[in-house]
């Protein structure tokens, strides 16, 4: 009934998980990330197949999310990335949620449903990202009050440390180390972290290593690389996102006629077979950049994108013979002996694999396929 269907690979998605854990020494534990609905491939499904799988537990910064996943029944622990008021640590607690604290507000807050037992909670340490986290030189005394005091209990300590080419690559061998020191300071002074974690895609991609007891990946798990290639390549691991699929709904000839009054008439450069898909921007798909054409496939040949409107994308078929409304159209994924990736709709829009996967994010049914 819908013309447009995105397909989610979760044999991929096993496949990437049990690919990581071959690749880490066996106390690490994995904390994946599923955020932002996991990465645009739906929250709920992701955290099934992972607990499945068995992993530690599960982390996003969205409360809906995370209680989305609880009602699915998904019974692994899930650590709530800082962000949410004091006034949603009731909700997050009954849901059974880790809480992040990061200043003395988000302390507090917690503190006050710890009378009966003390509240497990995790610190986020700013190691640099400079967004949000209690600052590394604050770090020490910040969690020295937090372990006295009676309402919460340290559940465990971690950090973000992204980057995306080889200098970020330096910059961050550099704060894993700070990190560890700041780790090492605390059980020297007889504070216990449960869960130690910096690692997350970036630096697991790039081979760098830590002493810590968990990794977060997030990328990594989707087949998405978080950084260039001349940092690493992203392979074995692959696509969870398999394909985007649409159907041609219309099939028309363009005459070169006079000029529209609205001055919005199709830029066709001739061409005098069009077709049009139900996909526009209110999907999350866009025209590319100047200079960078781009294409979609039938019948298992590219077709040039002349025109994307906000409900409609418009297709030159003057190549075809006698094309039908109805037949499928590959946005995303192989078709034939070719085939289009999220890097190359990337390059085409000037923007990164990930973005492009959140900016379709909005209302294109999904087909999970295990």
Known sequence: MRA??????????????????????????????????????????????????????????????????????????????????????????????????????????????????????????????????????????????????????????????????????????????EFAKLVSALRTAGIDVPVTQAMASSCLLAGLSDDGNAVCPGHLLYGLSPVQDEVADIAPYRPVLRSLRTQLIHVGRHGPGPPSASGNRLKTNGTRSIGVVPLGRYDGYRGPLPNRPATMILRGRRVPVIGVSLEYTTLALDDFEDPQPGESVTVIGDDGDDGIGLPEIADWWGMSPLDVLMSMNRRLPCAFID
């Open 4 to 177: 447009n269907r995105v397909e989610i690979d979760l044999g991929a998605l096993r496949q990437n998980y049990r690919h990581l854990v071959a690749s880490l020494r066996a106390d690490v534990k994995v904390i994946a990330c599923i955020k932002a609905n996991a990465y645009g491939h739906g929250a709920v499904e992701v955290a099934r197949v992972l607990e499945r799988e068995g992993v530690f537990a599960l982390a996003t910064a969205s409360l809906d999310d995370a209680i989305r996943v609880r009602e699915a029944g998904v019974r692994t622990p899930v650590l709530l990335f800082g962000g949410i008021l004091p006034d949603a640590f009731e909700e997050a607690l009954a849901y059974n949620l880790s809480p992040t604290v990061y200043d003395e507000e988000s302390a507090a807050a917690a503190a006050r449903f710890g009378k009966e037992s003390p509240v497990p909670v995790y610190v986020k340490v700013d190691c640099g990202l400079e967004r949000l986290g209690v600052s590394l030189p604050e770090a020490f005394d910040f969690v020295g009050r937090l372990h006295r005091n009676p309402g919460v209990s340290l559940a465990g300590l971690y950090t973000h440390i992204p980057f995306t080419d080889l200098a970020g690559r330096d910059w961050a061998s550099g704060q894993l180390a």
